[in-house]
Every structure is written in C-alpha cells, then in structure tokens.
C-alpha cells in the first residue's frame, strides 16, 4: 500500500487539475494554452488531462463528491476573474487535498 501523500501526488491532484482544466475548457471556452498558463502547466499536460490519460484513476471518485465540485466551480470561477494567481491555487489545493484526506477517506 502507497502512502497517502504518494496517492494524493500522483492521483489526486492530477484528477483535480483535470477536473479544473476541462471547467475551464468547457464552461468558460479557454484555449488549452490559455488553460495550461494559468495553471501554470504545458499545453501537452493539459491535452493528458483532457484525454484522461493524466488523473484519470481517482476522477470519477473525485467528481462524485459534492465538496469537490464545489471547489472546482469555485477556482474555475476565481481564474477567470483573475482572483487567484498560482500561489494562491497551490495553498487552496492543499487544503483540499487535506479535506479530501480527512472526510473521504480515499487511499
């Protein structure tokens, strides 16, 4: 069994930047250039996100949870008003990394 800071790593913020990246996409109409320089990332990441070839193990788990989806719209939303730079998404996302951890018990 991984640890769960490897887990977390290597699954979970893949999926969430995925979950985030397609938002972006699909809601708000970002170029995948435009999508991979706010979240400070390559184009070529970004096109894995979206082919789920990157994140794709813990995806399905992640958009099934009422607080992430929450999140999702929330940071999705702050980007596009230019309220969050990347320093400010990477805090957010440790702290939901926490939560997830904490409440969903995903391992």
Known sequence: MRPLCETI???I???FRALIARKLIEKYNFTQVEDAKKLETTQ????YHLSSKRGCKRLTALESI???KDAVNKITQDIVESKIDFT???????HICKV???EYQIH
């Open 100 to 102: 997830i951890k904490n």
């Open 66 to 68: 009422f607080f992430v």
């Open 9 to 11: 790593v290597k699954d």
């Open 44 to 47: 070529p990441a970004i096109s």
């Open 88 to 94: 400010n998404l990477t805090s957010v996302m440790h």
């Open 13 to 15: 913020l893949p999926a």
